[in-house]
Nanobody, 123 residues
Framework: QVHLVEFGGGSVQSGGSLSLSCAASGDSVKIMSFAWFRQAPGKEREGVAAIGRDGVTRYGDSVKARFTVSQDNEKNTLLLEMNDLSPEDTAMYYC?????????????????WGRGTQVTVSS
């Protein structure tokens, strides 16, 4: 079992930055890969960034060069640095954990999910 709790959402103006964190706990945390997903009202869930057990990262096309995913293994924390935010980034952001070795942006591979944190970007 893995328990995930997201922190750091909020409101920011266009062009601004926000940092999200996800605290992971549970017996299986050390063998998981992790990812961030987001979902805006009326839209499908979108893979934002993933980090595999080997540390390799993947990003969705819409956030490349603006978002950075990282992992603090000592603290079992997943981080997402978001820069140059735009209103199109407004969504609920979810942390997810998967037993798959590689970090994938495909939601069906993720077993554990947090409850999400809201990010709102105003123009």
């Amino acid at each position: 079992q893995v328990h995930l709790v997201e922190f750091g959402g909020g409101s920011v103006q266009s062009g601004g930055s926000l940092s999200l964190s996800c605290a992971a706990s549970g017996d299986s945390v050390k063998i998981m890969s992790f990812a961030w997903f987001r979902q805006a009202p009326g839209k499908e869930r979108e893979g934002v960034a993933a980090i595999g057990r080997d540390g390799v990262t993947r990003y969705g096309d819409s956030v490349k060069a603006r978002f950075t995913v990282s992992q603090d293994n000592e603290k079992n924390t997943l981080l997402l640095e978001m820069n140059d935010l735009s209103p199109e980034d407004t969504a609920m952001y979810y942390c997810a954990a998967s037993p798959v070795y590689d970090g994938t942006l495909r939601a069906q591979f993720y077993t554990y999910w947090g409850r999400g944190t809201q990010v709102t970007v105003s123009s």
